[in-house]
């Protein structure tokens, strides 16, 4: 059976792996160096390698020698198991832009992020979580204009963020990290230029979005 682009591959090790399958086959490699099991160079060429992979296919010669974490399946990373007759895979959609007037957009969840977006708020808020966006490019430019809103931009620990705008009564600014960032040279990189006028434009790091909450003592969740 051929592939459409309507249903998406029929080769599911064809799939589009998402930026968790690349930190977690990085985790392995890590691992795998930390035990001897890879030297230095080793682990550099196959880190580059992780997070140049596209699909499926690009991840599993790289860890296919190595053990994988406590708890993961082995063999891993695979492709999903193919879908049920008649299923339709999930496509990633594509927003250039973010409006809110009078009212709120939210971007969140797995969609496709450009070289540019824009995002503009009056009286409004709009909030743009790339925690599990799809990058089609290294760089990332995010034009901001708010008025009287809020513009809430959240990123992961990888990601390298650049503030560029201007705040007038208002703020323009990275907040304080939820989690601790973990930069390195392949980690994308979202500039924020515009400008807030008795408006915030607000960049903040988070964890996973779907990680579980973590009981403290109290028996209160901890949420990332």
């Given at each position: 059976m051929?592939?459409?682009p ?10 589009r ?6 930190h977690?086959t ?12 890879l030297?230095l160079?080793e ?15 690009d991840l599993?010669?790289i860890?296919?020698?190595?053990p994988?974490?406590p708890g ?7 492709a999903?198991a193919p ?6 895979p ?5 927003h ?15 969609w496709?992020?450009?070289p ?5 708020a009056?009286?409004?808020g709009?909030q ?5 966006a799809?990058f ?12 009287w ?12 963020v650049?503030?560029?705008g201007?705040?007038i009564?208002?703020a323009?600014e990275q907040g304080?990290?939820?989690?601790e960032?973990r930069l390195?040279?392949?980690?994308p990189?979202?500039r ?8 915030g434009?607000?960049?903040?790091r ?6 579980r909450?973590?009981?403290?003592g109290g028996g ?5």
């Amino acid at each position: 059976m051929e592939s459409s682009p309507e249903h998406g591959p029929a080769d599911p090790s064809l799939l589009r792996v998402s930026d968790a399958d690349r930190h977690r086959t990085a985790e392995v490699l890590r691992e795998a160096a930390a035990e001897g099991r890879l030297d230095l160079d080793e682990l550099d060429e196959r880190l580059e390698a992780t997070y140049a992979a596209k699909v499926y296919r690009d991840l599993v010669p790289i860890v296919s020698d190595l053990p994988a974490l406590p708890g993961a399946a082995p063999g891993w990373p695979t492709a999903p198991a193919p879908r049920p007759a008649g299923g339709i895979p999930q496509v990633a959609t594509r927003h250039d832009l973010s409006v809110a007037i009078l009212g709120g957009c939210d971007r969140k969840g797995a969609w496709e992020v450009g070289p540019t977006h824009q995002a503009y708020a009056l009286m409004g808020g709009v909030q743009i979580d790339l925690r599990e966006a799809v990058f089609t490019s290294r760089e990332t430019v995010i034009t901001c204009g708010a008025f009287w809103a809020g513009i809430d931009i959240v990123v992961n620990e990888r990601t390298q963020v650049v503030m560029e705008g201007i705040g007038i009564m208002g703020a323009f600014e990275q907040g304080r990290d939820k989690v601790e960032a973990r930069l390195d040279a392949d980690s994308p990189i979202v500039r924020v230029k515009g400008i807030a006028v008795m408006a915030g434009v607000t960049v903040v790091r988070k964890g996973p979005p779907k990680a579980r909450r973590k009981l403290r003592g109290g028996g209160r969740p901890e949420l990332p």
